[in-house]
């Protein structure tokens, strides 16, 4: 079962990737490498190709052998809040701005809306949550700080950012730092939940039996 899910997934969540950045050079007046890499530089894509590249060795065997970062605790549930925390940005700060038409109106919910709820039922059904250690949710942030960083260097360079939340054209320092607190704070607030419910669902199932 789990393996023929992460196919499913790992199709789901590829296809919407490729097909937005498809629909994205279709539009685009930049050349394909400045195009790429804006692409690239929205939190959404690399998240979501994170999570179609997680499901993926869930399905090739030799990559989950090999590859010990993908089947360590914690992995799937560190993915699974990025990702929830992709869709929650997204509907609750950013779908009032942003009214996406035909194909790219489909793959904007799938890369915001069923993405994330696939992370999360594939992390309720497979995660070994028993393993998962409270110890591991600031190192989790490490990610979401280098792209942090990144896009703040990026968007000094290029005059380039992806979020309005992030936008020094238009906010200034002190905003953008608060604005990141506030969205670390929502990082460690998703992590401690989903952690809570791993701890108390094995909890009572180990009691059950």
Not at 115 to 139: C, M, R, S, T
Request: with cysteine; net charge positive; aromatic share 18%.
């Amino acid at each position: 079962m789990k393996k023929n899910l992460a196919y499913i997934f790992a199709f789901i969540t590829w296809s919407a990737v490729t097909i937005q950045y498809w629909v994205m050079l279709e539009s685009t007046p930049f050349t394909l490498g400045t195009a790429t890499l804006r692409f690239f530089s929205y939190f959404t894509i690399l998240t979501n190709t994170l999570l179609a590249l997680y499901f993926s060795s869930q399905v090739h065997g030799h990559l989950h052998d090999s590859g010990k970062i993908w089947k360590k605790p914690g992995t799937l549930t560190a993915i699974t809040v990025y990702i929830l925390v992709v869709g929650l940005v997204y509907q609750f700060v950013l779908r009032g701005i942003w009214n996406p038409q035909g194909i790219a109106r489909f793959t904007d919910e799938l890369l915001h809306s069923l993405n994330p709820v696939l992370a999360l039922v594939f992390w309720g059904l497979f995660e070994d949550k028993k393993a998962v250690e409270w110890k591991q949710i600031p190192y989790w942030l490490i990610y979401p700080l280098v792209y942090f960083v990144y896009t703040v260097i990026h968007g000094q360079i290029s005059g380039f950012y992806p979020y309005p939340f992030v936008d020094l054209n238009v906010i200034s320092v002190a905003q953008l730092i608060t604005n990141f607190c506030i969205l670390a704070l929502v990082f460690m607030g998703i992590a401690g939940l989903l952690l809570g419910i791993g701890k108390k669902f094995t909890a009572n199932v180990k009691q059950e039996y």
